[in-house]
């Protein structure tokens, strides 16, 4: 049963970066054909998908903050990371990792979520 | 802005059937899957594909699409199908991921 757990500091102060670890547990993060996602929800709104990063490195990225975000995977660690930077209070959220599955070219999912970190951009 | 729509509130009598739906132009080639978030929780993967639901998930919960719309049914809504319901898929170009707006579901 693969879980995923999301790590990082709490607070952050406004023009850093944000980062934060999601930790594979229960399966390789290297196996299977999987993408691992990045997904905020600011409090009382809905989901922002942030980006993902295939098993190979590949990386695709919500384009409203490409210009921000870095996801990296580090497979001898089982883990793939966030990096937000210049951030402002707008990025206050709480901020999941999940596991993207496509079951076929016409369907995807997200199979498996972390807990969820609330992350606050203050100073 | 999402591409995927969902109107923000729906409300469904206990025991009866609800449908949620899900408007965006990607549907039309790729499938919608819905999570169910309660408060203060992750979101949880009740519908995938054309209609297939995880191990786990009651079989009141069931899955269609036609056209640009997908559909979110529950047949006989329970007190604990109250939640937050949210499609997500493709996007138009089939690299990016999209959330919709998300559903309150509320059970009279």
């Known amino acids: 049963q693969v879980q995923l757990q999301e790590s990082g500091p709490g607070l952050v102060k406004p023009s850093q970066t944000l980062s934060l670890t999601c930790t594979v547990s229960?399966?390789?993060?290297?196996?299977?054909?999987?993408?691992w996602s990045w997904i905020r929800q600011p409090a009382g709104k809905g989901l922002e998908w942030i980006g993902r990063?295939?098993?190979?490195?590949?990386?695709n990225y919500n384009p409203s903050l490409k210009s921000r975000v870095t996801i990296s995977v580090d497979t001898s660690k089982n883990q793939f990371s966030l990096k937000l930077s210049s951030v402002t209070a707008a990025d206050t959220a709480v901020y999941y990792c999940?596991?993207?599955?496509?079951?076929?070219?016409?369907?995807?999912?997200?199979?498996?979520w972390g807990q969820g970190t609330t992350v606050t951009v203050s100073s | 802005s999402s591409e995927l729509t969902q109107d923000p509130a729906v409300s469904v009598a206990l025991g009866q059937t609800v449908r949620i739906t899900c408007q965006g132009d990607?549907?039309?080639?790729?499938?919608a899957s819905w999570y169910q978030q309660k408060p203060g929780q992750a979101p949880v993967l009740v519908i995938y594909?054309?209609?297939n639901r995880p191990s786990g998930i009651p079989d009141r919960f069931s899955g269609s699409s036609s056209g640009n719309t997908a559909s979110l049914t529950i047949t006989g809504a329970q007190a604990e199908d109250e939640a937050d319901y949210y499609c997500?898929?493709?996007?138009?170009?089939?690299?990016?991921?999209?959330f919709g707006g998300g559903t309150k579901l509320t059970v009279l």
């Open positions: 990607s549907l039309r080639s790729y499938y």
């Open positions: 229960g399966g390789s993060i290297s196996s299977g054909s999987y993408y």
């Open positions: 999940a596991r993207d599955r496509e079951y076929s070219s016409s369907s995807v999912g997200m199979d498996v």
């Open positions: 997500n898929s493709r996007d138009s170009s089939g690299n990016l991921v999209v």
């Open positions: 990063i295939y098993t190979s490195g590949s990386t």
């Open positions: 594909g054309k209609n």
